[in-house]
Structure formats: structure tokens, C-alpha cells
């Protein structure tokens, strides 16, 4: 008799998990969902290339002590065998669900899968190619958590019918370089704002169970404390170079965090019918998570965005407009839609921002 295929969530490292997962590509695949994962544009999640040595040699002595505990807290592996159906997944009735919520939900798990998905290739890569001890133990231990996330996904899109073929991915979508220091600031942007976007709508629903319209949410909590513990690495492997934090920097790390923030905004609106059916005004929710996200970024950058700034809401709802009006338009319309949510980024990035003293120590522990 064989034994019964493992499950994703139960992969201890992130070779298991895709193999897992490869084996389910085979089985099952579904075109639409690996066509939409494939797709890049400004808006929708890419896959990361960087050079990998410059990583690699990266020394975490100097925040030795922090970082020992976050390993072992990782190491530890408090969520394994979380990410799957159990019995509090509730029945999905899929064929009944409003048709424009259904569209809406199904693009938000395509592209949550691919973006999980992401940080996996990323980290397993590093992982593969490293030579540093606790470079490599580290990504190891975050692409066996993503390749559980992502895992999850494809068991919900799965009731729909949908499938992200991983290995698919892997294999053909383009792969867009950053240098090391841009993948620290993209790559832990995003995964303190992850944080704040699960943990938001998981304290949202823990009030309003019944706005609940699919069980995946019930996971989110758990689900967080990995994005947390990833934003933490990152925090701490750019504490072992100041000048990543200092100077010209700041300006980077200003114009990630108006590029990170913005485009949210924007890709949140493209949902209307989705906030609704969560009782989540999406005005409401990007300022909260912004909120959330901003007094989290302060163990590490030296500002913050001014979201309170009158020109912040004003110009994220221009940049919003002209996005939309950049998908239906063609010829100059299109140029001008474009020129219009340049000029929106352009008056968001030049607010003044907050600026304010770094602790000594950047460890933090989930607080929302
Ligand atoms: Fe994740
Ligand atoms: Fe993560």
C-alpha cells in the first residue's frame, strides 16, 4: 500500500514542500489561475532575482544574540502542520457565491499565491546557492513557511476548481532583479505589511464573525506571526550595515515605502465587492495597516510617510483614478491617465516625512 501523499503544511523543509506541491501540479492544474499568476504588471506580484554572494556574505555578529532567538523560535516550528483543512474549514459554497465576489476573491487568492510563492523561490534560492551558515539556515526556515502559505492557497482555490501550477512558475515567470539592499527593503516591507493585512482582518472578523465568507480566514492569525517573524530577519540583516539605514538610503527607503503603501491602495480599490462582503471600508483598512505598518518600520528606518498629511489621502485617490482610467483608455487618454499617476506618486513621495530615533535594539514581538 502507498502511503498517503504528504501535505504541504506538514513539509518540515522547502524542498519537501515543493515536491509536495509538484506532485500536485501533475495531478491537477487549472490554466486560468497559472495565467493570471503570470502576469506582470505594476500592480500584480513579481518573482525576485538578486546577487546572491553579496547576500551570502552578509556577518549577523554584531546582532548575534537577537538573532539566535529568532532562529530558534523558527526553528521551533510552532505553526507546522497548521496549513491545511481541518474541521473548522467550513463548507465553500462556490456555486452560489455572488458572481462579481466570487471574481474578486478569486483574483485576491491567485494573486496571494503567487506572492507567497514569491518570497519562496527568493528564499529557497538563496538558500541553495549560500555558503554562510545562518544566511542559508534562515532562508531555509522562511521558504519552508512560504511554500506552506502558498500551499494553503491552492487547497482553497482548488474547491473553485483553480490551481497555481507552481512548478509552472517557477520554470517561466520572469524573474526581475534587484540588488541586495532593495530586496531588504522590498522584502521586509512586505513582510511587515503582510502582517498588518492578515492581522487587521483577523481581529476585524473575530468582531464581526459575520462578515466570515470563507473559512482561510480563520488561518490568519497564525498566518501572521510567520510574516512577522520573516519582517524580524530582515530587520535584523539590515542592522548589521548602518549605512543601509542612513544617508542616501533614506531616500530609498522613503520611495519603497511610497511605492509599497500606494500600491495597496490602488490594488485594494480594484476590489470593491470583496471589502464589502468583508464589512471593511477599504479607505478604513489601508489607513489602519498603513498605521500598523509605519509604528512597526520604526525598529529600523529613521522615518516614516506623514499619512495624515492632507496630500497623502488626496493624491493616493488620484493615483487611484488614473489607474483606472489607464486600463480602459487608449492613445493620449492613456498618456494622459499615465502622466496623471506619475504626477500623483511624484506629490505623494514629496511629502515631508516623520522623522525619529531608532532603538538600539530592533527585536519586536506581534503586538496587534
Ligand atoms: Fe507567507
Ligand atoms: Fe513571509
Known sequence: MNAPLKHTADATTVEEGLAIAEAQDKQY???????????????????????FDELDAI?????????????????ADPNKGHFKKNEDWDHV??????????????????????AEFSGCVLYKEMKRRGNNKDITQLFQLMARDEARHAGFINDALREAGLRVNLGFLTQKKKYTYFRPKFIYYATYLSEKIGYARYITIFRHLEAHPEHRFHPIFKWFE?????EFSHGEAFALLMKTD???????NVYWIK???????????????????????????????????FTKTSKMTEQIYPITLD?????????LEKLQKANVDMVDAKGLKKLGAQIRA????????????KKHAVPASVRLEPAY
Not at 93 to 110: A, G, H, Q, S, V
Not at 307 to 315: F, G, L, M, T, V
Not at 342 to 353: D, E, H, K, M, S
Request: aromatic share 14%.
Open 242 to 248: 548602518p549605512k543601509l539605514t542612513s544617508g542616501i
Open 93 to 114: 459554497d462556490w456555486e452560489n457565491m455572488e458572481p462579481e465576489l466570487k471574481k474578486e476573491f478569486i483574483d485576491f487568492l491567485i494573486s496571494s499565491c503567487t
Open 59 to 75: 556577518d549577523v555578529s554584531s546582532v548575534r544574540e537577537d538573532w539566535d532567538v529568532l532562529i530558534a523560535q523558527m526553528e
Open 342 to 353: 506619475g504626477w500623483a506618486f511624484v506629490n505623494l513621495y514629496t511629502i515631508p516625512a
Open 29 to 51: 492544474t487549472s490554466e486560468m489561475a497559472t495565467e493570471t499568476a503570470m502576469a506582470n504588471t505594476l500592480l500584480t506580484p513579481r518573482f525576485y532575482t538578486t546577487d
Open 307 to 315: 499619512i495624515e498629511h492632507p496630500r497623502w489621502q488626496r493624491n
Open 222 to 226: 497564525e498566518w501572521c506571526n510567520d
Open 255 to 289: 520611495f519603497f515605502l511610497t511605492a509599497v503603501y500606494a500600491t495597496m491602495y490602488v490594488r485594494d480599490h480594484q476590489r470593491p465587492a470583496f471589502h464589502k462582503a468583508l464589512g471593511v471600508d477599504p479607505d478604513w483598512y489601508a489607513h489602519e495597516v
